[in-house]
């Protein structure tokens, strides 16, 4: 290659003729567009664009000409480079792409491997169907009330009209603390908590109250020394047994669907009068014909019992210090654990106190 | 309470047609829910006879027995009018009697087919039958004989039995013992279909006279009426007519003899207890009295009883003969050699009969009628039907003597507004519907609008208003009730206290723990198992009178033992790992009480409500939480690993933080924990808890890993620091300055001191401060143990200089330096 050179004839320089131009111009792109991957790439551009390529050469040449032939050959040249950096810029794209391509596909995993490096906790189904009870009455404007298990025989009995000689007293098991004389019991219902509510607060009175009570039952499939209830205490003014009835039928359609209703039957309990069981209709048959007498879920009736309410004695509401010519009140009382089974079909009141991580897991953190 | 409807139908006129299913539903809603609806002939099919045996013919048979070849008439039942000839082994029969033949085609009990079959060298055509093959008794020493005249010959047998009974069995309420008897169960079905009604009850009785057997009462409180009848020269050997035997056995009683079925049979009638004295074994004057002080009974069931006090004896001068209105004695019992008999109809006082029975553990149909409350009034009447039906059937005679001792209580007028009942229910009731309905009950109704109701003899449950307005409302029917969702005033929602505890449970879930929930009974093997010394303080629990197992008679301190248990029933079933956890109460007493027990004619002063509040023991909320076995699992993407002590720190920790709390860990010793590997949990100067891993001797009492990680901690301490809405932070734009250093510390020195340290001294620019490597090791030296921190140093307003940045490192540095001895590696 020839360096500058003052002696020479402008004219007579063939690298800026415009055949010459053209002819390495296409020999660079030919190359550029032949480069079949990234490192052939940069030996075209090493060869066809780099300092000591025939166009950067023809570059250096054009300050030897006289300035009439400088403005043509710097254009040629000029346009020939533009060309040939523009071929590179646009393969080096086309093969970086083929490339990442190329790449993307070596980099391919198997995505149905499994997960599960953190095996996932999970809250206890009996928690969560508290909670959900708790919200659609929270949702209503009640509040939750709540108080402790163990609790003083007056308040689990006599301020709910159990006196010490009520027969009712022998419907329920109780567990009763030592030395007896210390009047201390496991609450057997969760209505101490509403003679607590009924003592602490003034009307009117929207509460709900889930929680854990105790009856000396054994355990079994159905029976569990320990279980969980929920009980509704309203107290205010012109309160009927209507009131009772429609929180009964929402709180009822809440848990096990549209039409799933309630019916009162005369009952009795020592705190309400008049008193009621409450019966749902059947969530499986739902007591149509022809299908409610093969129904083993209410065994053929179409009903199913799910607990029991009442207009709140006013003998409790005296003992509680509430004026009952004023107040009148409703509650009622129902199993969250049945009620949980009843919802999620389980059969086996045990598989809920025994702990087994699969049987709670089913059910996750929140509904 | 279980009431045949033959039997209820006898006093209330229901229409003939009325399905069963209808009755028992209507009287349901009434409030004597239906149990269950039985028909004992159900179990029988095809033709079941009445039969006259017309030839017996004993043949002795090799085998030792004798078998009676039989001719029966059996009508046309068999087709052809023939005698149908039968094999039968019983031998309590002659020619002439009245049988129950089942004939070839009939089924019995137990899916038993009956065909004709050669046996014995006859083809036997048919089985004359036992009571037990029938499945209405225990008796199958004999065949049926039926009484002469029960029916004729090819008559369907079922009538004759029972069989064609049905029986409604109710669940009654306490305060509805007046449903204990055919005749208020008659009652409530008459009301309920607006039918005649026909009171057993109503019966014309002799007065009462001076001839009687002489009785005392010594306590009218207890025993304020007291009726004795006798009947003398009664057939021993008379047995109860069939018809009588079987509304006893449908009714739920077992036939026994005469006397006794007949009382029963009263009591089951007319709901009053009767008691029967064999009248010769009697000795002088009846008296009742409390018990004295050691006074001893042997009762009908062979139990030798003491007496208390407060329990009602009817003595006579023997001494002790019963214990009233409970259970009778053993001395005067009636026997198969009795031909006198005194009857007692006594009414007594139901607190004493519920006490004594509860005493003595005595449950008896007599006691639990006498402790709910029966109708005073028919004492008389009573005594008069068993003399009558005894009389009757066992021949003797009724002496003309009749006792009357006192009289019956008279039943208050109730006051009841006349619209309360409407109010009550939320329902319009017409004022007619509700004196109607008040005297459909048997009340008497007098005034307009404040009405006075005197409630009828047989509902002493009757005492206040609403009590009256459940009738009024029931006989309406509660299904027409209207549903009326109420509004209450604006509500405050959860608590934040119930906000928190949700928010924890959310937490340790996702912290990868499953909650579960435990029985709080633990005993002192539970506190052996968890090696807690002799003096724990959480030995010191509430003692249960009644526990289901006397291993655990006592409520929970701790709620480890639950935990614990489930991990290892997990692992015992097959898990390679498990994390747990559970909150819940426990209780520590306060050796405060007794707790008092008030009145409920009114509310507690506030004073005595603060004794009460203050006798029940502390009951604060805990969390206890075990992780054993796998923690993060092997698998594809490499190594897991097990649990170990700082995963249960690892948990406080975050469970702290996700609550807003700074805790602070300090190194303890505590059983169950390991003693080198307890992170004791304080809030300020309040301990709240332990965490770390189990003492390895805990782990193999339970079958549970050695490493298993445990924790528990006082939840109501935590939540009650934790800050309702956090202080929003000034988050810096500015640049982050990092500064690495590592500290030569002594093996005894806590990381958590060399962090607090260079906190301290790196002042206001530091942003965050980690501890990222923990080394040991001969470059380090004996004892001592490198830590490696990783501080992080931002400012608000400018970027720091390197030589800020360094400043503030050094400070951090000499700080440990100055405190702790740290040397900068
Ligand atoms: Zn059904």
């Known amino acids: ?367 | 309470m279980r009431a045949p409807v033959s039997w209820i139908r006898e006093y209330a006129e229901l229409p003939p047609d009325l399905p069963t299913e209808e009755l028992a539903r209507k009287l349901t809603m009434l409030g004597l829910k239906l149990e269950a609806l039985e028909r004992p002939g159900d179990h029988i099919r095809g033709p079941l006879v009445v039969g006259r045996v017309l030839t017996v013919e004993a043949e002795p048979q090799k085998n030792g027995k004798t078998i009676n070849w039989c001719t029966v008439d059996v009508g046309d039942a068999n087709g052809t009018g023939d005698p149908q000839g039968v094999v039968c082994g019983a031998h309590n029969f002659a020619a002439g009697d009245l049988v129950v033949v089942v004939l070839p085609g009939g089924v019995l009990p137990g899916n038993f087919e009956i065909s004709a079959r050669q046996t014995y060298g006859h083809v036997s055509a048919g089985m004359i039958c036992s009571s037990r093959e029938l499945g209405i008794g225990d008796d199958h020493t004999g065949i049926i004989v039926l009484e002469p005249g029960a029916g004729e010959p090819g008559d369907d047998a079922r009538p004759v039995l029972g069989l064609d009974e049905e029986v409604i069995e109710f669940e009654i309420n306490p305060d509805r013992a007046y449903a204990l008897s055919l005749r208020g169960v008659a009652r409530e079905a008459a009301m309920g279909f607006g039918s005649a009604y026909a009171d057993p009850c109503r019966r014309d009785v002799p007065a009462a006279n001076a001839d009687g057997y002489p009785v005392r009462v010594e306590d009218p409180a207890g025993c304020p009426v007291f009726v004795a009848r006798t009947v003398t020269g009664l057939d021993p050997t008379a047995e109860s007519p069939e018809w009588l035997r079987t509304r006893v056995r449908l009714a739920g009683m077992r036939p026994i003899s005469l006397a006794v079925d007949v009382t029963n049979y009263v009591m089951l009638e007319t709901g009053r207890p009767i008691h029967g004295y064999d009248g010769d074994r009697l000795q002088g004057t009846i008296v009742v009295r409390r018990a004295t002080p050691g006074e001893r009974l042997t009762t009908l069931d062979g139990a030798d009883r003491e007496l208390s006090t407060e329990d009602l004896v009817v003595c006579d001068d023997s001494g002790a003969i019963g214990l009233g209105g409970v259970m009778g004695g053993e001395t005067t019992e009636m026997s198969a050699a009795t031909t006198t008999v005194v009857i007692e109809a006594a009414h007594w006082d139901p607190v004493s009969m519920f006490r004594s029975g509860k005493r003595h553990r005595l449950t008896s149909e007599a006691g639990r009628r006498n402790e709910r409350g029966v109708d005073p009034t028919i004492c008389e009447v009573a005594a008069d039907r068993v003399a009558e039906l005894l009389t009757t059937y066992g021949g003797g005679t009724v002496s003309p003597g009749v006792t009357v001792v006192g009289t019956p209580p008279e039943p208050e007028p109730i006051p009841l507004p006349i619209g309360l009942s409407s109010q009550v229910a939320g329902l319009p009731i017409a004022d007619e519907v509700v004196v109607a309905n008040l005297r459909a009950i048997g009340a008497e109704v007098t005034g307009d609008a404040d009405l006075a109701v005197t409630p009828p003899p047989w509902r002493p449950d009757l005492t206040d208003p609403y009590d009256l307005v459940e009738e009024v409302v029931r006989i309406v029917g509660y299904d027409q009730v209207p549903s009326v969702v109420p509004v209450p005033p604006v509500g405050r929602g959860l608590t934040r206290q119930q906000r928190l505890r949700r928010r924890i449970g959310r937490t340790l879930a996702g912290l990868g723990c499953v909650e579960v929930v435990s029985f709080p009974f633990v005993g002192d093997e539970t506190f052996e198992a968890l090696g807690l010394p002799d003096d724990d303080v959480i030995r010191h629990a509430v003692r249960l009178s009644n526990p289901l197992s006397s291993e655990k008679p006592l409520y929970a301190t701790t709620l480890l033992p639950g935990v614990l248990d489930a991990a290892a029933r997990n692992l015992g079933r097959g898990a390679t790992g498990v994390a747990l956890f559970e909150t819940g109460t426990v209780a520590f007493p306060t050796d405060r009480g007794p707790a008092p027990v008030y009145g409920v004619e009114w509310r507690p002063s506030a004073a005595e409500l603060e004794k009460l509040f203050d006798a029940i023991p502390a009951q604060p909320l805990f969390l206890a939480a075990v992780l054993a076995g796998e923690r993060d699992p092997d698998g594809w993407w490499g190594e897991g690993r097990d649990a170990d002590w700082s995963d249960a720190l690892e948990i406080v920790r975050g469970l702290a933080r996700e609550l807003g709390v700074d805790v602070e860990i300090r190194q303890a010793s505590r059983m169950p924990w390991h003693p080198s590997r307890c992170g004791q949990v304080w809030l300020g100067d309040v301990e709240i808890g332990h965490a770390g891993e189990l003492h390895p001797r805990v782990c193999r009492t339970y079958g549970l890993p050695r490493g298993t990680a445990v924790l528990e901690i006082d939840l109501d301490a935590l939540m009650a620091r934790s800050p309702e809405i956090p202080p929003a932070p000034v988050v810096s734009h500015q640049p982050l300055a990092k500064e690495d250093v590592s500290l030569v510390v002594d093996d005894s020195v806590p990381a958590s001191a060399v962090e607090a340290a260079l906190r301290a001294g790196a002042g206001d620019l530091l942003e965050s401060i980690r501890l990222f490597d923990v080394f040991t090791g001969p470059q380090v030296g004996e004892g001592k143990k490198s830590l490696a921190f990783a501080l992080r140093f931002r400012a608000h307003d400018r970027t720091l200089t390197e030589a800020e940045t360094a400043a503030a490192r050094d400070a951090a540095v000499s700080s440990a330096a100055r405190t702790l001895g740290a040397r900068q590696r």
Not at chain 1, 17 to 41: H, K, W, Y
């Open chain 1, 1 to 367: 290659m020839s360096g500058p050179n003052s002696d020479y004839d402008p004219v007579e320089v063939t690298p800026l003729q415009a055949e010459q131009v053209a002819g390495v111009r296409d020999e660079a792109l030919a190359a550029i567009a032949g480069a079949r991957d990234l490192a052939a790439l940069k030996q075209a551009r090493l060869d066809h664009a780099g300092d000591r390529s025939p166009l950067a050469l023809a570059n250096r040449e054009i300050g030897a000409l006289p300035p009439q032939a400088r403005k043509e050959a710097g254009q040629r040249v000029g346009q020939a480079r533009a060309a040939v950096n523009h071929a590179l810029a646009e393969r080096t794209a086309v093969l970086e792409a083929e490339a990442e391509e190329r790449l993307l596909v070596e980099e391919s995993v198997d995505v149905t491997l499994p997960s599960g490096r953190r095996p996932r906790g999970a809250r206890h189904p009996l928690t969560l169907m508290s909670e959900y009870i708790a919200d659609l009455f929270v949702a209503m404007g009640w509040e939750v009330a709540e108080g402790p298990v163990l609790e003083a025989e007056w308040l689990n009995f006599d301020a709910l009209n159990l006196g010490p000689d009520h027969p009712a007293r022998t419907m329920q098991d109780t567990f009763w603390t030592e030395p007896a004389d210390d009047h201390l019991v496991l609450r057997t219902h969760t209505s101490p908590v509403q003679a607590r509510t009924m003592l602490e607060r003034t009307p009117p009175i929207y509460v709900i109250c889930p929680g854990r009570v105790f009856r000396t039952d054994p355990f079994d499939a159905t029976h569990s020394p320990m279980f969980h209830q929920v009980e509704g205490l309203v107290v205010d003014e012109g309160i009927t047994m209507a009131h009772l009835k429609g929180s009964l039928d929402h709180f009822a359609e809440q848990m096990f669907g549209e039409g799933i209703t309630t019916r009162f039957r005369p009952s009795y309990f020592p705190f309400t009068e008049p008193s009621a069981e409450v019966d749902l209709v059947c969530f499986v048959c739902r007591g149509v014909a022809g299908v409610v007498e093969h129904c083993r879920t209410c065994k053929g009736e179409g009903w199913i019992e799910w607990g029991g309410c009442g207009v709140v004695n006013p003998r409790v509401l005296a003992a509680c210090g509430i004026d009952s010519e004023r107040y009148r009140g409703f509650a009622f009382g129902m199993g969250i654990d049945r009620s949980f089974m009843f919802r999620s079909g389980a059969e086996d009141l045990r598989a809920l106190f025994e702990g087994d991580v699969r049987f709670a897991s089913a059910f996750g953190t929140d509904w």
